[in-house]
């Protein structure tokens, strides 16, 4: 796959991307040779950063193996192809689940927004508020909340999540002139259980497909609930 990509770049592309991967080549090498050496020292920097990486990011990488299969650093001329812009003309929020213990948030405010906040002497901040709410999709019923600060800098945030089994939502909201203004509100999450709720021993074949694939096996903590740690007096 690297060298299917390689081979649609132009030469001079590729001479670019040579002296970006450390590959010195005579002015006078051919194509054949430099797609040959390009696609030679590439393959070596990938096996040289996957032996760095952990149990955990290797499982993770085969789960993607055809994004790593097609991995070839891009031209200059690509990249400002698809370069993407550092903000939006619009307010949101996305929520994002990592682990039944904690979740991700990143928004975007409008720089008109923004400059109104900055300019505004009444501007007291922005808050997340964090939502627990009952499922329903047109509305919602809010069973628990609390809030947290953020600046008008900031664009993300890693929550923790106090309670499993349920539907978290977050707002963002401004603070301006003592009043309360909702910017936008995030999609809903359904947090988990923390362990799973059988042992390996109880579970079905296609349970423990999944069990082997998800890597859980690997991690520091048991992922079953049960107290690993002596009782008292033992």
Not at 129 to 135: F, H, I, P, Q, S
Request: net charge negative; glycine share 4%.
């Amino acid at each position: 796959m690297i060298r299917n990509r390689l081979e649609e770049l132009s030469l001079e592309a590729l001479f670019a991307l040579a002296g970006r991967n450390g590959l010195l080549l005579g002015p006078d090498s051919d194509r054949a040779t430099v797609l040959e050496e390009l696609a030679e020292v590439i393959a070596e920097n990938r096996e040289e950063r996957e032996r760095g990486n952990s149990v955990t990011v290797r499982i993770q990488q085969k789960k993607f193996a055809l994004v790593y299969d097609d991995e070839t650093p891009l031209t200059g001329e690509q990249l400002d192809e698809y370069q993407l812009p550092d903000h939006y003309e619009t307010n949101h929020i996305v929520l994002m689940l990592r682990d039944p213990s904690w979740a991700f948030t990143y928004w975007n405010i409008s720089s008109h927004k923004k400059r109104t906040y900055a300019a505004s002497s009444g501007f007291d901040g922005l808050t997340l508020r964090v939502l627990e709410v009952a499922n329903h999709s047109r509305e919602i019923t809010i069973r628990d909340s609390f809030e947290i600060p953020v600046q008008l800098t900031d664009s993300s945030w890693y929550i923790h999540i106090p309670r499993q089994k349920t539907h978290y939502r977050i707002q963002l909201v401004a603070k301006n002139h003592h009043r309360r203004e909702l910017l936008a509100i995030s999609n809903s999450v359904y947090v988990p259980p923390m362990h799973l709720p059988v042992a390996p021993e109880q579970m079905t074949p296609e349970q423990m497909a999944l069990y082997e694939l998800c890597g859980m096996e690997y991690l520091e903590v048991d992922p079953f609930g049960r107290n690993t740690f002596p009782a008292v007096g033992e």
